[in-house]
């Protein structure tokens, strides 16, 4: 997962000194808008390719973003017309000490939202044309111009949103103005979250499988398993032969995977870059492919990877719910439920792995942990005298609302007391540690008499709260309820540790190195929290530090556990499977 800070990003005037057309359409309005999906796909898949597990923002990645929209790698002589731009991104990014970037994901997105949705475009396609230095030119000033036009939302940060002005709220409103840069910025392990995805889809058999027949007949494929392989296959493999970017080239005469293609790339199921919905990129969202019609073949571009896998999984919830559930009747909240159990029940079975004959360990979940008719937490984990308690929750941040704080207005009136709750946090203080001294002991009868360390942890399925300022601001609250609830932080009894916010994701790459005991969870959270704390590291900064930043340093392989791997079950069998099948 992704967490690094990016930067400034680069607008128009950074690089030009005369005013900016007052239609960027009329830039580029004269080419055909496949080659113009074609060229702001390149540059997302630059930033990140499939297996990537970070976006690449170094100087040679980002002189990269350039070179491609001139086309260098079909014409080396385009060096000679963009060579004034990289010297200027050069003297950009040595002077900002590589705090500058051509462009994110989220601009990639907006760019190709903006030209999907263009009626000012004059073609779709146009055989045999040949691209100018204009050309070239106009497709760099196009990137920026939609660079400043997604940055607008920015317009009253200045004058509102300063720390001035906000003192110790200022983080906490910063955290939710970035929510909609940061919502993009997120990458996980591949291969963890297809096995997450297929477990899903196993769990939902059980109660949904006529509705998950109907689902997987829109793709044109005749299973859940098939529907995954499909995605898998076109998420690492690229057919096309296309430089710089994720493509693939299907014959007319192969009908069936025309139809599974032809259904990641409808067209019309979003909306344009606008108001409340100007982040939500619907339209790549639903169908992360552009289809290129032809007589013989078609061609089919992947626009973003990201969006593809998560077809699997997070992207998942609301297709199967809007597409197919909500036309029965199916409630959100009730769907929303159904899915929660399942993510605690793979929480528990990565956790069961994770102890796996761990005699050191006191593990506990589900009715284990009914004390008084209450949940008292949704796991406990002891060592010795280390206690982890872990509240977990599936829920996302809605797009009302949260998503879209433009001003110092948009943040006093949210709910924030209910945005915390979603997550888990109340609960975890309310009961876990509230109520710690009356219900501990019912819990676990053997529980060490002597002083106890507590590790409490919020285990997530939404990886906006996942970044630095949301987990700085999230053990922020969290001691503030510590105070309100009167709850010592240390005594004879207890020390309790801070807050740590635990992606899914990044459980899932902690546990074959938790199962191997090549590191200890107790001791590993200890490791966290020192590494954030000022005191030890005399670095003011060092409480933004993520924990997918920590991992990252800690953990150096395994970060994929074995049974994944295995050729005989889940995910990795069925993808060979279905190679095999491919090749019939």
């Not at 339209?283 to 078609?298: A, D, F, M, R, T």
């Not at 074995?562 to 491919?582: P, T, V």
Request: with cysteine.
């Amino acid at each position: 997962m992704s967490n690094i800070m990016i930067g400034t990003i680069l607008k128009y005037e950074d690089f030009f000194s005369d005013s900016p057309p007052k239609n960027k359409f009329d830039l580029i309005k004269h080419i055909p808008r496949c080659e113009l999906v074609a060229n702001y796909s390149s540059l997302n898949h630059i930033l990140k390719q499939p297996l990537d597990l970070d976006f690449d923002y170094s100087f040679k990645n980002q002189t990269k973003l350039i070179t491609t929209l001139y086309q260098i790698h079909q014409e080396p002589r385009g060096i000679e017309y963009c060579k004034k731009y990289l010297n200027k991104f050069r003297d950009l990014f040595e002077k900002s000490r590589g705090g500058v970037v051509i462009c994110t994901r989220t601009s990639c997105l907006f760019c190709l939202n903006e030209i999907l949705f263009s009626e000012e475009i004059e073609f779709e396609e146009k055989k045999g044309i040949e691209f100018y230095p204009d050309d070239y030119l106009a497709l760099f000033k196009f990137l920026l111009l939609c660079n400043a036009e997604m940055l607008t939302y920015n317009e009253v940060y200045d004058e509102e949103i300063t720390s001035d002005k906000l003192r110790d709220r200022f983080f906490e409103a910063f955290m939710f103005k970035e929510i909609p840069n940061n919502q993009y910025g997120y990458i996980q392990n591949p291969m963890n979250l297809l096995e997450r995805g297929r477990q899903l889809f196993e769990y939902l058999k059980v109660k949904y499988a006529a509705e998950l027949d109907l689902f997987t007949k829109d793709y044109n494929v005749n299973s859940p398993e098939h529907f995954i392989s499909i995605i898998a296959n076109h998420f690492f493999f690229n057919s096309a032969g296309m430089a710089h970017i994720q493509a693939y080239r299907v014959k007319k005469t192969d009908t069936d995977v025309i139809k599974s293609m032809n259904a990641l790339s409808k067209r019309g199921l979003g909306k344009p870059n606008s108001g409340i919905k100007k982040f939500e990129f619907l339209e790549i969202k639903k169908s992360p492919i552009y289809c290129l019609e032809g007589k013989v073949e078609n061609i089919y571009m992947l626009m973003d990877n990201t969006f593809l896998i998560e077809k699997c999984y997070e992207l998942f919830f609301w297709d199967f719910y809007f597409d197919v559930l909500r036309k029965s009747g199916k409630r959100i909240e009730e769907w929303g439920g159904e899915v929660g159990l399942f993510f605690e029940d793979y929480a528990k079975n990565i956790l069961d792995y994770c102890f796996k004959g761990h005699r050191d360990i006191v593990f506990k979940s589900t009715d284990e942990l009914i004390v008084k008719g209450n949940e008292y937490v949704d796991y406990y984990i002891r060592r010795k005298r280390n206690l982890i308690l872990i509240q977990a929750k599936r829920s996302y941040v809605p797009q009302i609302d949260y998503k879209e704080v433009h001003t110092l207005q948009d943040f006093n009136d949210l709910d924030k007391d209910a945005f915390y709750k979603r997550f888990g946090l109340y609960q975890i203080v309310e009961m876990s540690l509230d109520k710690f001294d009356e219900y501990v002991s019912t819990v676990d009868t053997n529980l060490p008499k002597n002083k106890l360390f507590i590790y409490p942890v919020l285990l997530i399925n939404e990886p906006i709260i996942s970044f630095a300022v949301t987990t700085y601001i999230f053990n922020k609250k969290f001691n503030e309820l510590l105070a309100k609830f009167n709850i010592e932080k240390e005594n004879s009894k207890w020390r309790i540790n801070r807050l740590v916010v635990l992606h899914i994701s990044e459980l899932e790459r902690l546990q074959e190195s938790l199962n191997k005991k090549e590191i200890r969870f107790d001791q590993f959270l200890q490791g966290y929290a020192d590494s954030t704390n000022v005191e030890l590291t005399k670095n003011n900064y060092s409480p933004f530090q993520t924990l997918d930043n920590y991992i990252r340093k800690k953990i150096k392989t395994s970060a994929i556990p074995e049974y994944i791997l295995n050729q005989n079950e889940g995910i990795y069998k069925q993808l060979l499977e279905f190679g095999n099948l491919s090749k019939q």
